[in-house]
């Protein structure tokens, strides 16, 4: 009789890691803190100590304490790059058993701008799944400090697989007048959570059809620009011949924060999570599926369906796209 050896299954987890970098990612790292995100670490670095000392998150370490003394880079991203390589040796320990990381940043100041591409160097070299996931500044910042997040985004993009890009600007177009300055901030920090959830939802949480690591490996790896929109439609808010599956996945393709000239069908790779309670169907599911598969105009794009159960959603549909490889 041969024993059969059980092992510890639950070791194999994947370790991934949400680093907010500077104000703006740490100000991302507590929203997704504070609204419960699970099977992720966290970690925020910043120069600015006092900033610091109001994350969430203990894991926190203070990048360039000679350089900046704590008080931070002055919307100078020189001196946040020269900070992030004052501490690269720190990151590194910090980050080095990570399978994927996420990298969020605000764009256009100092810390972010000019530390987030050393931190995604660093895991990039270290053969980490690399995401960056950052906001650009609204007009009204001025153009001196969108010159400073191009040139950020570009030095980002050269060392991330993948990098998905929130223009604040586009807060606009889900705002109202009445829309208050801060939760205009709350409605960018949300995006940034939603596509983070969305990735680490389809491999921390059992399916009914499971995507692993490997998964999102094969569609985030060597990537360039990305795209992810969540759409949710329960029949509450449907008219007349309207249909709760083909809703969520309209939604999901037309997400308004992440229109820059980008275009979903150019997709090389795409992630497609649908998600409902026990009353989704079969046919749900396939119109969902198809209305998403209809859009991408190459036929060899990789193109990976995860699906689970959730009971919170009885009555509604969520699908959420993540969209890789955009031209």
Same mark, same amino acid.
């Given at each position: 009789? =041969?024993?059969?050896?059980?092992?510890?299954?639950?070791?194999?987890?994947?370790?991934?890691?949400?680093?907010?970098?500077?104000?703006?990612?740490?100000?991302?790292?507590?929203?997704?803190?504070?609204?419960?995100?699970?099977?992720?670490?966290?970690?925020?670095?910043?120069?600015?100590?006092?900033?610091?000392?109001? =994350?969430?998150?203990?894991?926190?370490?203070?990048?360039?304490?000679?350089?900046?003394?704590?008080?931070?880079?002055?919307?100078?991203?020189?001196?946040?790059?020269?900070?992030?390589?004052?501490?690269?040796?720190?990151?590194?320990?910090?980050?080095?058993?990570?399978?994927?990381?996420?990298?969020?940043?605000?764009?256009?100041?100092?810390?972010?701008?000019?530390?987030?591409?050393?931190?995604?160097?660093?895991?990039?070299?270290?053969?980490?799944?690399?995401?960056?996931?950052?906001?650009?500044?609204?007009?009204?910042?001025?153009?001196?400090?969108?010159?400073?997040?191009?040139?950020?985004?570009?030095?980002?993009?050269?060392?991330?697989?993948?990098?998905?890009?929130?223009?604040?600007?586009?807060?606009?177009?889900?705002?109202?007048?009445?829309?208050?300055?801060?939760?205009?901030?709350?409605?960018?920090?949300?995006?940034?959570?939603?596509?983070?959830?969305?990735?680490?939802?389809?491999?921390?949480?059992?399916?009914?059809i499971n995507l692993d690591f490997a998964d999102v490996q094969s569609v985030m790896h060597g990537m360039g620009n990305a795209m992810l929109g969540t759409g949710v439609a329960s029949n509450d808010d449907?008219?007349?011949?309207?249909?709760?599956?083909?809703?969520?996945?309209?939604? @999901?393709?037309?997400?308004?924060?992440?229109?820059?000239?980008?275009?979903?069908?150019?997709?090389?790779?795409?992630?497609?999570?649908? =998600?409902?309670?026990?009353?989704?169907?079969?046919?749900?599911?396939?119109?969902?599926?198809?209305?998403? =598969?209809?859009?991408?105009?190459?036929?060899?794009?990789?193109?990976?369906?995860?699906?689970?159960?959730?009971?919170?959603?009885?009555?509604?549909?969520?699908?959420?796209?993540? @969209?890789?490889?955009?031209?």
């Amino acid at each position: 009789r =041969t024993d059969i050896h059980q092992g510890h299954l639950y070791e194999f987890a994947p370790r991934i890691v949400v680093v907010g970098v500077g104000g703006g990612g740490g100000n991302a790292v507590n929203n997704m803190i504070a609204n419960q995100l699970t099977g992720v670490d966290f970690l925020a670095l910043n120069t600015d100590a006092q900033h610091l000392s109001q =994350t969430l998150t203990e894991n926190r370490l203070q990048i360039g304490t000679t350089l900046t003394s704590g008080l931070g880079c002055g919307a100078n991203p020189d001196a946040g790059r020269l900070a992030a390589e004052e501490s690269r040796e720190e990151i590194t320990e910090l980050l080095g058993d990570a399978h994927m990381v996420f990298i969020t940043a605000g764009m256009g100041g100092g810390t972010g701008t000019g530390a987030a591409p050393v931190v995604a160097e660093v895991c990039y070299n270290l053969g980490i799944l690399t995401v960056g996931v950052v906001t650009k500044p609204f007009h009204f910042e001025g153009t001196h400090r969108m010159r400073l997040a191009n040139e950020g985004v570009d030095r980002l993009k050269s060392v991330v697989d993948t990098l998905i890009m929130i223009p604040n600007q586009n807060l606009f177009q889900m705002a109202s007048d009445s829309t208050s300055f801060m939760d205009s901030f709350v409605m960018a920090d949300n995006v940034l959570m939603a596509g983070v959830k969305s990735i680490t939802d389809l491999m921390t949480t059992p399916g009914l059809i499971n995507l692993d690591f490997a998964d999102v490996q094969s569609v985030m790896h060597g990537m360039g620009n990305a795209m992810l929109g969540t759409g949710v439609a329960s029949n509450d808010d449907l008219g007349e011949n309207e249909d709760r599956a083909i809703r969520a996945a309209q939604m @999901a393709l037309s997400n308004p924060l992440l229109g820059e000239n980008m275009d979903i069908g150019t997709a090389k790779g795409m992630l497609v999570n649908i =998600t409902g309670g026990s009353d989704m169907t079969l046919f749900e599911v396939d119109k969902a599926a198809q209305c998403i =598969t209809e859009r991408v105009v190459d036929e060899n794009a990789n193109i990976i369906f995860g699906s689970a159960y959730d009971e919170k959603l009885d009555g509604s549909i969520r699908v959420s796209v993540v @969209a890789t490889g955009i031209e």
